[in-house]
């Protein structure tokens, strides 16, 4: 295996690791909070808000990124911002309202430099022949991670009604532990290599305080570019995907109890569905990649654009199942409504399946775009990336407590045709 191969690697795995734990709370946080204040009523923490703020911070703390991607590098971010997932867990060990909103911000930040660092990393490590395989094989050893987590906590859940105090502690000691496992392998991480195998990490060894002027600016002469106006739709697309189907789509599903009895395995079932679906689009990806490298010939192996086209038919069947399967205030709490039709386990879990595909899709070739056309800003044009996708997953989170999920649905559709539209328009200019 070469270098820059091992490099994507490592990185995968580590990601794989902490994210086990993060998409797994992530996945059951709105109804873990709602457990523990029913046992502890002094207790108000909401899950929306707190993935609210996490965006949130996420989204504003995109701008310093770049400086400090430039400051320190990108493996040392990586790193540094892992370790805010790990101090998240502890409000759901030792429930605290202050706790919970303070390493919220905190991961906010951490979410930022490690996502930023991790888009310049894999750059760095790629080129127009490779990154397509690149990003297909980082997506599908970080996406595992949705399976590992949410099988680990059906097993958590079997015969269960929900999470009482000591399986919830248990859970959450075991997901700290997974978490910090990953953080050490990212604390491991090599220097990125170009394609004749030379070092070439970024690293401008200029004390922080003298990087932002020139990074920010740059940012913002990117963002008043055609292009990147054109790409942020589908960004902000992404964003709302992503809260959809980590936080809102579970939080209904656990909430709709027209669905069976035990609606938390079921979560877990669906949660399982998403990642293959991630793992399964960017093995894809990934594959036919790979096809197109060595025949040198575009026609072979699938182009950025009918990759998009084929995600975006796929999310319109996935909102157009949900819609008629849940009941429409099945975000808010506890359901026995009934929506177009009974609601149906079996097109539940199908739907995570489809929702999980659709994101692999999108997003692969977004970072795919990135690694083509902004090769040389690829700090700055992923930290714009995150920007936006933080963004409008605040928003999401936000509107999630006051729209029903017919509502939510439908900006969904909305946007992502707009997005589809805008990103089919800029991948038309490139030639690669």
């Known amino acids: 295996m ?5 490099n994507i690697s490592i990185l995968g795995l580590g990601f794989m690791f ?28 909401d899950g929306y808000t707190s993935l609210c703020i996490i965006y949130g911070v996420f989204a504003l703390c995109n701008w310093l990124a770049p400086a400090i991607i ?8 990586i790193y540094l911002g892992s370790t805010c997932y790990v101090l998240f867990l502890t409000p759901f060990l030792w429930p605290s309202n202050f706790l919970l909103y303070t390493t919220s911000v905190l991961l906010g930040f951490g979410a930022s430099i490690i996502w ?20 297909g094989i980082f997506w599908a050893m970080s996406k595992i991670s949705i399976c590992i987590g949410n099988v680990f906590m059906i097993l958590m859940l079997r015969d269960k009604a929900g999470l009482n105090e000591s399986t919830r502690k248990l859970v959450f000691t075991v997901l700290a532990v ?36 020139q990074m920010l600016g740059d940012s913002m002469r990117l963002l008043m570019t055609k292009d990147m106006l054109l790409l942020s739709t589908l960004f902000m697309f992404i964003g709302l995907h992503v809260s959809f189907y980590s936080g809102v789509y579970s939080s209904c599903i656990a909430f709709t109890k027209s669905l069976g009895t035990n609606t938390n395995q079921l979560l877990g079932y669906t949660g399982i569905l998403v990642g293959v679906g991630e793992v399964t689009g960017g093995l894809l990806c990934s594959v036919l990649g790979k096809r197109s490298e060595r025949s040198n010939s575009k026609r072979i192996g699938l182009s950025r654009s009918t990759v998009i086209i084929i995600s975006f038919f796929i999310n319109i069947v996935a909102y157009g199942l949900i819609f008629v399967n849940l009941p429409n205030d099945s975000p808010f709490g506890d359901t026995y409504s009934k929506s177009i039709i009974k609601p149906n386990q079996h097109m539940a879990v199908f739907c995570g399946f489809l929702l999980g595909l659709g994101d692999s899709g999108f997003t692969t070739q977004i970072y795919n775009i990135i690694g083509v056309k902004y090769s040389n ?10 920007f936006m996708q933080a963004s409008s997953a605040a928003i999401s989170f936000f509107y999630s407590n006051q729209f029903g999920i017919y509502i939510q649905l ?16 800029v991948d038309k200019c490139i030639t690669v």
């Open 2 to 6: 070469d270098k820059r191969l091992m």
């Open 18 to 45: 902490v994210f086990t734990s993060f998409f797994t709370v992530s996945n059951i946080e709105k109804t873990v909070l709602k457990s523990i204040e029913k046992d502890d009523p002094s207790f108000t923490g």
């Open 70 to 77: 430039g400051a320190i590098g990108s493996r040392k971010s």
């Open 116 to 135: 930023t660092g991790q888009g310049t990393y894999l750059t760095m490590n790629s080129d127009s022949s490779t990154i397509s395989r690149n990003s």
């Open 178 to 213: 997974v978490c910090g496992f990953g953080t050490l392998i990212l604390m491991v991480l090599r220097p990125s290599v170009d394609a004749d195998g030379k070092e070439n990490e970024v690293n401008l060894q200029k004390p922080i305080s003298v990087i932002p002027k």
């Open 377 to 386: 800003n690829s700090a700055s044009v992923t930290s714009l990336f995150m």
């Open 410 to 425: 439908i900006i969904l559709a909305i946007v992502m045709t707009i997005g589809t539209l805008s990103f089919l328009k």
